[in-house]
């Protein structure tokens, strides 16, 4: 098995890689905020000279990320590129011969209404209000930080009977905001195809999204490459996949079980890695230079 190191500081690796890939909630943002040590951390591994792509799962646009990013005086530009599963989903519902496209175009929302920004620019596509109106179902994050798979079950039910598809965004189970471990796209995905009915999702550890975020380097190596995220599953599944190296953030969506402490706890790391077969390099609590 994979060695597990405990780091406190990123700089003291920082030197071995030339690109850094990073996640959004739980790694640089819990919720509407950012952390400032990841501010600060990620200002200084642009002025070493390492390229920096931000990957996530989120249903939100590039720009909205970019915006939220501004606010939080965290200059966008310092990425190279700001990659997220729901511009993917925007260009691949208006890629004409692409699984989504192929859906259809009257879509039900079944989660938090901000997530129609995935459909904006596409006039086309509708979002109706009924199951018996929709050609499939999208789902980008929960309506409400205390939604449970219950809250869903009902129109899973009925949408399995009536044999509607899905359209998810990211295949996280749950997701970090605002201190909080929530429900995510992917938990209720997963109960959808326990109940029979079609998936399409889009995000980690899925390779196809790696690849992508990846393309526009000029010289890419994977044993050069870091990925820090904090979802065992998503995260660091993809780059043991990809052949990276990766950090995993312990004070993340696994915080309830790593624990809240500053140097992270090795020994829980390896047992949560053990049990669903995905191995960090390195393990710190925060990103934090």
Not at 115 to 123: I, N, Q
Not at 161 to 190: K, T
């Amino acid at each position: 098995m994979k060695m597990i190191k405990p780091i406190v500081n990123i700089s003291k690796i920082i030197n071995a890689y030339d690109t850094v890939v990073v996640g959004l909630e739980g790694v640089i943002c819990a919720g509407n905020s950012v952390k400032v040590d990841a501010v600060n951390a990620l200002i200084n591994i642009k002025k070493a000279g390492k390229n920096i792509i931000l990957l996530t799962s989120s249903a939100k646009r590039t720009a909205e990320i970019a915006d939220l990013f501004r606010r939080n005086k965290l200059p966008p530009e310092i990425f190279s590129s700001i990659v997220s599963s729901g511009e993917i989903m925007h260009y691949l519902f208006k890629a004409s011969d692409s699984s989504l496209a192929k859906l259809g175009r009257n879509y039900y929302l079944a989660g938090n209404p901000t997530d129609a920004s995935v459909f904006a620019g596409l006039a086309d596509y509708h979002k109706v209000s009924s199951l018996a109106q929709a050609d499939f179902i999208f789902i980008g994050s929960v309506k409400s930080p205390d939604d449970n798979i219950e809250t869903y079950l009902p129109l899973l039910e009925q949408a399995a009977s009536m044999s509607v598809p899905m359209a998810a965004a990211g295949n996280d189970a749950s997701s970090y905001l605002d201190g909080e471990i929530c429900l995510a796209a992917g938990a209720i995905a997963e109960q959808y195809a326990a109940l029979g009915g079609r998936v399409i999702t889009v995000g980690k550890p899925d390779q196809k999204i790696l690849s992508y975020a990846l393309e526009d380097l000029p010289h890419f190596a994977p044993e050069q490459t870091l990925l820090i995220g904090d979802n065992i599953t998503s995260d660091i599944r993809a780059a043991n996949l990809a052949g990276l190296h990766c950090v995993l953030v312990s004070k993340g969506v696994h915080v309830n079980y790593l624990g809240e402490g500053y140097i992270p706890d090795v020994a829980k790391t390896r047992e949560i890695s053990i049990n669903y077969d995905a191995y960090p390099d390195y393990v710190i609590s925060n990103l934090r230079w």
